[in-house]
């Protein structure tokens, strides 16, 4: 048996419309649309991040919503507040308060219904390399 290699490549985030998803989820999470195959453009838009090598698929669908994700994003943010508030202008609904094992963090919903979470920082050196969020940013 010969060795391989293996890595998370990607994230995908099931939206009814592709390019609403690509406006919501670029501005979110500071994203850049990346280009695909003529074939997949129908069914799939892909977003760099700025700071990981890990991209995030939007992929077409209609199905319903039916029950709680198996996985999902979760934002991490030095002011939870302001990250929600700013989330709320781009379309997230606020869904659930939590506050548990020493965190204090909302279960947003994206204009889709799909759930992700905003949190206190975890990562604070990561966090760190990241730009402010200004009042002429994309999201504001």
């Known amino acids: 048996m010969t060795g391989h290699r293996s890595r998370l ?13 690509v406006t919501f989820w670029s501005a979110a999470l500071d994203a850049t649309p990346e280009r695909l195959p003529q ?15 890990i991209r995030i698929l939007l992929q077409l669908t209609h199905d319903p919503k039916v029950k709680k ?8 943010t030095d002011n939870v507040e302001a990250e929600v508030q ?4 781009l379309g997230a609904r606020r869904w659930d308060h939590q506050q548990e094992r020493g965190f204090d963090f909302w279960v947003l919903r994206d204009p889709w219904g799909n759930e992700f979470c905003v949190l206190q ?8 390399r990241r730009r402010s969020w200004g009042l002429t940013d994309r999201g504001q």
Not at 42 to 51: C, M
Not at 86 to 89: A, D, P, T, V, Y
Not at 121 to 128: D, E, M, Q, V, Y
């Open 121 to 128: 920082a975890i990562f604070r050196n990561l966090l760190a």
């Open 39 to 53: 074939a997949s453009s129908g069914t799939y838009r892909q977003l760099r991040l700025p700071d990981a090598d």
């Open 69 to 76: 994700e198996r996985m999902h994003l979760d934002i991490e």
């Open 86 to 89: 700013r989330l709320e202008r």
């Open 9 to 21: 490549c990607q994230f995908v985030i099931d939206v009814d419309d592709l390019d609403h998803g």
